[in-house]
């Protein structure tokens, strides 16, 4: 709801040379269905913020989980029953939530792209064909399969595996689903000979590897797919890059790792970029905390921040350009370890940001966040051993790195333009 889908909107964005045009927002709305969007956007905003909280946002945190519910895989079985949110957005749609886009649709006839499930699926009741929909977590709730999903003309471009056998666990025929991968953007990929993605990761494994351990390990390997490594890159600070999730939850958690790390920064062994994203709130925040631990201008510490979306996105992918490591909550930036980024894991909000986050340990590509306020003696020691270098090597192995080519392979036949991304209906 909101970074996760719009982030994906903009790389094929950018890709297809088309704008992102948000389903909840002018000019697809008009006054009264605005006013629905943006109620629904903000309550869950509020609550993904406040269940962060000790003790009083357990509650919260409850109410989320059960709204973000996602079923056990195993045993295999049908999961096609209608849930509560599927009936729910059903009514919405029946009460001409969307009008703006279906009448938008009609009138040009062009196809639908689009990263959020409640277009595709309020096309879809609406009788429109060419309607792709491209999934942004690992694994689904119910809610992104329509309410009869064996007559659905919805193709459906999925990030795993898990979540195409998801689907079809809904009732979604296989036909309708493709695995893709997730659409990282180009500028951080290269093309499908993967070439900036690969100069960055052989710069990345230098810096990450403190001691030299990992690639003692596995010298032949990495010689194998990267060539030689820029000596030059020997002995650098590694950057690590701090990202608030766009409801602002845990954006007060750099006030509690800072302190420990404030002597590398300023002895320049460690550099720290916060991601404010697009709210000053949060920014202002992100300030505060580093003013607080006495790092307020500090060249070894950033804050990105812009509240035009296109910027933001621009600046982010810039960023990680240059990024080591990665500390996010498991959100759809999961899927940026397969650019061989590892990752440290802050506490999920939902059920699916906990099936991310087993995603990406399972592969290898990342660990779990530990007590903050000791990261920069944990974070030194995986350093010195190599473990965020296997990390991010195991990322880059082992995670899907081609959605993007995948998806706009796959869409090539109607040269979709695109329709982007919407909040949770």
Same mark, same amino acid.
């Given at each position: 709801m909101g970074y996760g889908h719009l982030r994906a909107a903009h790389a094929l964005a950018d890709a297809l040379e088309e704008r992102v045009?948000?389903?909840?927002?002018?000019?697809?709305?008009?006054?009264?269905?605005?006013?629905?969007w943006h109620r629904v956007r903000a309550a869950y905003e509020l609550a993904s913020r406040l269940s962060t909280l000790p003790y009083?946002?357990?509650?919260?945190?409850?109410?989320?989980?059960?709204?973000?519910?996602?079923?056990?895989?195993?045993?295999?079985?049908?999961?096609?029953?209608p849930t509560r949110g599927?009936?729910?957005?059903?009514? !919405?749609?029946?009460?001409?939530? =969307?009008? $703006?886009?279906?009448?938008? *649709?009609?009138?040009?006839?062009? @196809?639908?792209?689009?990263?959020?499930?409640?277009?595709?699926?309020?096309a879809d009741r609406a009788g429109l064909d060419r309607v792709y929909c491209v999934v942004t977590d690992t694994d689904v709730n119910r809610i992104w399969a329509p309410r009869s999903p064996q007559a659905t003309r919805i193709r459906y471009l999925v990030p795993t595996p898990r979540a195409a056998k998801r689907l079809r666990a809904y009732g979604v025929p296989s036909h309708r689903i493709l695995f893709t991968g997730y659409p990282l953007p180009h500028e951080l990929v290269g093309?499908?000979?993967?070439?900036?993605?690969?100069?960055?990761?052989?710069?990345?494994?230098?810096?990450?590897?403190?001691?030299?351990?990992?690639?003692?390990?596995?010298?032949?390997?990495?010689?194998?797919?990267l060539g030689p490594l820029p000596d030059e890159e020997e002995g650098r600070p590694p950057? !690590?890059?701090?990202?608030?999730? =766009?409801? $602002?939850?845990?954006?007060? *958690?750099?006030?509690?790792?800072? @302190?420990?790390?404030?002597?590398?920064?300023?002895?320049?062994?460690l550099r720290v970029a916060l991601v404010a994203g697009m709210r000053p709130k949060?920014?202002?925040?992100?300030?505060?905390?580093?003013?607080?631990?006495?790092?307020?201008?500090?060249?070894?510490?950033?804050?990105?921040f812009d509240e035009e979306m296109g910027a933001y996105f621009t600046k982010m992918n810039a960023l990680l350009a240059r990024t080591d490591l990665l500390w996010t909550k498991p959100s759809e930036l999961c899927f940026f370890g397969a650019l061989g980024l590892p990752l440290i894991l802050a506490s999920p909000v939902g059920a699916h940001e906990r099936l991310n986050r087993r995603?990406?340990?399972?592969?290898?590509?990342?660990?779990?966040?530990?007590?903050?306020?000791?990261?920069?003696e944990w974070l030194g020691d995986m350093l010195s051993e190599g473990t965020l270098a296997a990390a991010a090597w195991a990322g880059?192995?082992?995670?899907?790195?081609?959605?993007?080519?995948?998806?706009l392979e796959a869409v090539k036949d109607d040269a979709v333009p695109l329709q982007g991304a919407s909040h949770r209906a």
């Open positions: 045009v948000q389903v909840d927002r002018p000019p697809l709305t008009d006054g009264d269905e605005a006013r629905l009083a946002g357990a509650p919260l945190k409850w109410l989320l989980d059960e709204v973000t519910s996602i079923p056990a895989l195993h045993p295999y079985r049908d999961l096609s029953q599927v009936m729910t957005l059903d009514r !919405l749609i029946r009460k001409n939530l =969307g009008r $703006g886009l279906l009448e938008e *649709l009609r009138r040009t006839g062009r @196809p639908l792209l689009t990263t959020f499930y409640s277009p595709a699926i309020l093309g499908p000979g993967l070439e900036l993605l690969t100069r960055n990761l052989a710069a990345r494994i230098v810096r990450l590897d403190r001691e030299g351990e990992f690639r003692r390990e596995r010298r032949e390997e990495v010689a194998h797919f950057l !690590l890059a701090f990202a608030v999730g =766009g409801a $602002g939850a845990q954006a007060t *958690l750099p006030g509690a790792f800072l @302190p420990s790390m404030r002597r590398d920064i300023e002895a320049g062994r949060v920014a202002e925040v992100l300030k505060g905390c580093v003013k607080s631990v006495g790092l307020e201008g500090s060249p070894g510490v950033e804050i990105l995603w990406v340990r399972e592969a290898g590509a990342g660990v779990k966040q530990r007590d903050p306020r000791f990261a920069g880059f192995m082992r995670l899907p790195k081609f959605g993007l080519y995948r998806i």
